[in-house]
């Protein structure tokens, strides 16, 4: 028999899943509810645990935070989070964790479904919320 001869089955697609939906995001700055700051007792951090202990400063957490729809199912996702950051932590050093908690998320979603083109590649301001 010739493969022309030969009747070709016909098998039906899977059906597509409707992609994740991006509702939100937030990059949530928030007192760090278990602070460690042990490492501020060593020698050479004297005067910056006197300056803790007098409240000059306080240890804050990080993260990136979604809304997102997943199967018609809503969900909040988040990067891990960075905890015991210095809220008197320079600019810069602030701008490099919120950047790299969103990266964190940002990966996540695409894995989840997210399309690319609702994920910006950066942090914009008015996603920071600052939590007490």
Known sequence: MSLLAQ???VVAAPARRPP???RQVRIVVESDPDP???YL???EFENR???YKRGEFELQCVRAE???VIQEIPQTLT???LYGIESDSDDEYFDEIVAKEWETLRAV???VGVPTEQLPLDVKREWIEWRT
Do not use: C, W
Request: hydrophobic share 40%; no cysteine.
């Open 7 to 9: 009747r070709r089955r």
């Open 20 to 22: 994740a939906e991006l």
């Open 36 to 38: 460690d700051a042990s």
């Open 41 to 43: 007792e060593q020698d």
């Open 49 to 51: 645990l006197a300056a």
């Open 66 to 68: 979604a809304e997102v």
């Open 79 to 81: 990067s891990g989070g």
């Open 109 to 111: 979603l695409k894995t």
